[in-house]
């Protein structure tokens, strides 16, 4: 039984912050890149961030100098702190986990956890 869990959503104000975590059950946890996503009301999911298990990150232009992609293999968890809250950044947040080596691309994504609700609103 493959899990993704997400946590660490929730309502926050504009400017604040806050610590996104994925944890992975089931699969070999250092075979797998982690990639965050995010998916707003109305619109299409929207690939934020991805990092491999050499550490290797790659940021979506728009979210660089705000978003913070990280793994604790030890934990079996990754984590996506974001900076500087916008209320742009309200959407569902997905983790998702793809076999290091394949592209970068959410085609290559082969488990997703649920989502975790960011709200940031004043």
């Known amino acids: 039984q493959v899990q993704l869990v997400e946590s660490g959503g929730g309502l926050v104000q504009p400017g604040g912050s806050l610590r996104l975590s994925c944890a992975a059950s089931g699969i070999t946890f250092n075979y797998y890149a982690i990639g965050w996503f995010r998916q707003a009301p109305g619109k299409e999911r929207e690939g934020l961030s991805c990092?491999?298990?050499?550490?290797?990150?790659r940021y979506e232009d728009s979210v660089k100098g705000r978003f913070t992609i990280s793994r604790d293999n030890a934990k079996n968890t990754a984590y996506l702190t974001i900076d500087n809250l916008k209320p742009e950044d309200t959407a569902v947040y997905y983790c998702a986990a793809r076999l290091t080596g394949t592209y970068a691309s959410p085609l290559s994504y082969t488990y997703w956890g649920q989502g975790t609700q960011v709200t940031v609103s004043s």
């Open positions: 990092i491999d298990n050499k550490d290797n990150i």
